[in-house]
């Protein structure tokens, strides 16, 4: 199994900052890795996959680069509705897996 | 407009059995591979299953591999989740979700609203 470690755990922001989430692959996954992003009661929300590709609708401060084993989100400049937790999935190979997730708070 | 809707989330005893369900709209449900992901109070997702447009590939995390069968129907645009031998580590949120492709590449892009599973005496 892939096991996705994401860091940190709890990323404290100021609005208008940049913001910056790893995650890293245990073994290579190509660029084969997906980002959500999920809001208290609700469901998650896909942000990029293909490591860099954003998914439709998803506005130009988030962007996703990475391959092999390292992967970032970057959000260039947090607004409100930002400030929510965050997920990396790999989907190269069976089991599917999730990071544990990086909780982006308000400094 | 993508809808999911998941059913049949309830209370139920360990070692019982449930059954979810998907409904799914707005897009050529064959066409792609679904998932169930599930959510733990206050925890992180875990993928469940996932089973390939057609329907002829499945998969399984090997917390639930044995106990649940994802299935789906192509002609009523639905999926499933049979969840047999429950345990109360299986009480989570379900959610229902639309992968990318017929493979379940390029990640999760619509998710339902999720259903929640209890398992207690």
């Known amino acids: 199994e892939i096991v996705m470690t994401q860091s940190p755990a709890t990323l404290s922001v100021s609005p208008g900052e940049r913001a910056t989430l790893s995650c890293r692959a245990s073994q290579s996954v190509g660029s084969n890795l997906a980002w959500y992003q999920q809001k208290p009661g609700q469901a998650p929300r896909l942000l990029i996959y293909?490591?860099?590709t954003r998914a439709t609708g998803i506005p130009a401060t988030f962007s996703g680069s990475g391959s092999g084993t390292e992967f970032t989100l970057t959000i260039s400049s947090l607004q409100s509705e930002d400030f929510s937790v965050y997920y990396c999935q790999q989907y190269n190979d069976w089991p599917l897996t999730f990071g544990g997730g990086t909780k982006v708070e308000i400094k | 407009e993508v809808q999911l809707l998941e059913s049949g989330g309830g209370l139920v005893q360990p070692g019982g059995s449930l059954r979810l369900s998907c409904a799914a709209s707005g897009f050529t449900f064959r066409s792609y591979a679904m998932s169930w992901v599930r959510q733990a109070p206050r925890e992180g997702l875990e993928w469940v299953s996932t089973?390939?447009?057609?329907?002829?590939?499945?998969y399984y995390a090997d917390s639930v591999k044995g106990r649940f069968t994802i299935s789906r129907d192509n002609s009523k645009n639905t999926l499933y989740l049979q969840m047999n031998s429950l345990r109360a580590e299986d009480r989570a949120v379900y959610y229902c979700?639309?992968?990318?492709?017929?493979?379940?590449?390029?990640?999760?892009?619509?998710w339902g609203q999720g259903t929640l599973v209890t398992v207690s005496s």
């Open positions: 293909g490591a860099s």
């Open positions: 979700a639309k992968a990318g492709d017929t493979y379940g590449n390029y990640g999760h892009d619509y």
């Open positions: 089973i390939s447009g057609s329907g002829g590939s499945t």
